[in-house]
């Protein structure tokens, strides 16, 4: 099978490349400005009407360059099951937010001990909706929240009394939300093909920078990468690295969840190892707050911890 990006997808790279390497206070409006953040809104509404793969290529841009920016939340898991399972009107109402105003979306799928569970225990009936939702990605910047619950999902303004943030805790107290037609599980399924991508573009990001390291970075005359510890690491990185790119592109093309579970697990099980072995061959300069390692480490922990540990990965596999 033939995985090698297409003309328009390459062309997305490239342009997301061009404009997160620019210095700039505000790349989120910047990836706004370039029309980034509409590929897979609908010709009508103003966008590409692009899909999954080029969505994809856009979060793996952000996260080979470790940028701070909603993406993950509003695009994977806004956006697309807005676009695929939202009435017209709702689409109206919902994708505008992003594409006009730059707004935040984010989607509440995990509940404490239960990582993006496909049967939730949070409900929804006739006195709102009720429960516990953890590790929600940018829960308190987000205009809306789509809500996995055991009867759909549901859209909710968190600005209504009934819904509580802190620090990715979102507490629904009888909230009141409109119901989109996708079930949880199909959130679900958008959250891992968001997440890895992510977490690919992170790998391949911390993998090119520390290449680049130990390519000029000198001990007794020569450069890092001639010392066979150290060119044996690399090894191994490009390999976790190539091999969770090529899971992640599988799982984007198919959303079939024997392949989206595979990839999950290649995230939680290589993708901080690998980058800790990046951070490890930087020495003392991975340490410092002005260098960017940082913030791949920071990005790979808490991409592993979205998608619940390597444990829980592995034990998604088994049940399938």
């Given at each position: 099978m033939d995985f090698e990006l297409d003309d328009t997808q390459r062309e997305i790279a490239r342009l997301a490349a061009d404009v997160l390497g620019r210095e700039s206070d505000t790349p989120w409006k910047a990836l706004g400005?370039?029309?980034l953040l509409s590929l897979a809104v609908p010709e009508r509404l103003g966008g590409d009407g692009l899909g999954v793969l080029e969505t994809a290529v856009l979060l793996t841009e952000v996260g080979r360059r470790a940028a701070d920016v909603p993406a993950l939340a509003t695009l994977a898991l806004g956006v697309l099951p807005i676009v695929q399972h939202g009435t017209p009107e709702q689409q109206d109402a919902l994708l505008p937010l992003v594409t006009e105003q730059h707004a935040v979306l984010t989607a509440a799928l995990s509940e404490p001990s239960a990582p993006l569970p496909a049967t939730p225990s949070t409900t929804a009936g006739p006195d709102g909706i009720t429960g516990v939702k953890i590790n929600v990605p940018h829960a308190g910047e987000a205009r809306r929240i789509l809500v996995s619950t055991d009867s759909g999902v549901f859209v909710v303004d968190p600005a209504q009394p009934g819904v509580s943030t802190q620090d990715g805790t979102v507490r629904f107290e009888g909230a009141r939300g409109e119901e989109l037609k996708g079930s949880a599980a199909d959130l679900r399924r958008f959250a891992l093909a968001g997440a890895c991508a992510v977490a690919d573009g992170v790998l391949a990001g911390a993998l090119d920078l520390t290449v680049r390291h130990v390519g000029t970075r000198h001990q007794f005359g020569k450069p890092l990468a001639t010392f066979q510890a150290a060119a044996s690491q690399v090894a191994d990185v490009y390999i976790a690295s190539r091999t969770l790119h090529l899971a992640t592109l599988a799982a984007c093309w198919s959303l079939d969840?024997?392949?989206?579970d595979t990839a999950a697990y290649w995230l939680a099980a290589e993708a901080l190892p690998a980058v800790?072995?990046?951070?490890?061959?930087?020495?003392?300069?991975?340490l410092d707050i002005t260098y960017p390692m940082h913030r791949y480490y920071g990005m790979a922990?808490?991409?592993?911890?979205?998608?619940?540990?390597?444990?829980?990965?592995?034990?998604?596999?088994?049940?399938?």
């Open positions: 400005e370039a029309g969840d024997n392949d989206l800790h072995t990046c951070h490890h061959l930087h020495g003392g300069l991975g922990k808490e991409l592993t911890r979205f998608v619940g540990g390597v444990e829980h990965r592995l034990g998604a596999i088994d049940v399938h």
